[in-house]
């Protein structure tokens, strides 16, 4: 078989591979959505002064949790969580620099602190209401002064 037919072949095969693997993404989307309402939610995985270190994500809330996935990822199981209980909301900020071109557009920078230390994540105004609402909502007796 000549050289270009095997070049044919193999772009050919690699098409495939890549439209497997989108369609793989948006089923695994649906399935995540099907467990609760889900929501665009970026996650700063490395916090550096430079703003890099943003991953793009999907957040759920899972009961007492909130469930982080990322969104090029082929996994079921969430990449981060974080009990409600040890979240606190710290304050909100609008991205700087670089920060700007890695979030989705119109994100909120959320600032929260948790018992493994600070949490940076990214939400839309609509979803920091939520948030918000999701934080409040602890059950009777919680501290609500910590």
Same mark, same amino acid.
């Given at each position: ?36 309402? &889900? ?7 490395? /916090? ?16 007492? &949790? ?16 974080? +009990? ?5 909301? !710290?304050?909100?900020?609008? +991205?700087?620099?670089?920060?700007? &071109?890695?979030?989705? +557009? !119109? ?8 018992? !493994?230390? +600070?949490?940076? =994540? ?5 979803? =920091? ?10 059950? /009777?007796? &919680? !501290?609500?002064?910590?």
């Amino acid at each position: 078989m000549p050289w270009w037919q095997w070049t044919i072949d193999v772009a050919g095969a690699l098409l495939i591979l890549v439209l497997l693997y989108g369609l793989a993404l948006v089923v695994r989307r649906r399935v995540i959505g099907r467990q609760g309402g &889900t929501f665009e939610l970026s996650h700063r995985v490395r /916090p550096s002064g430079d703003g890099r270190g943003w991953v793009l994500g999907v957040g759920r809330y899972s009961g007492e &949790t909130l469930e982080w996935f990322r969104v090029f990822s082929l996994s079921s199981r969430p990449r981060r969580a974080w +009990p409600r209980e040890s979240l606190s909301y !710290d304050g909100r900020r609008q +991205p700087l620099g670089a920060e700007q &071109t890695s979030l989705y +557009p !119109d994100h909120l920078v959320i600032c929260c602190q948790s018992t !493994d230390g +600070p949490v940076e =994540l990214a939400m839309s105004e609509a979803s =920091l209401t939520g948030f918000q609402s999701w934080l409040e909502a602890r059950p /009777p007796g &919680t !501290d609500w002064n910590r």
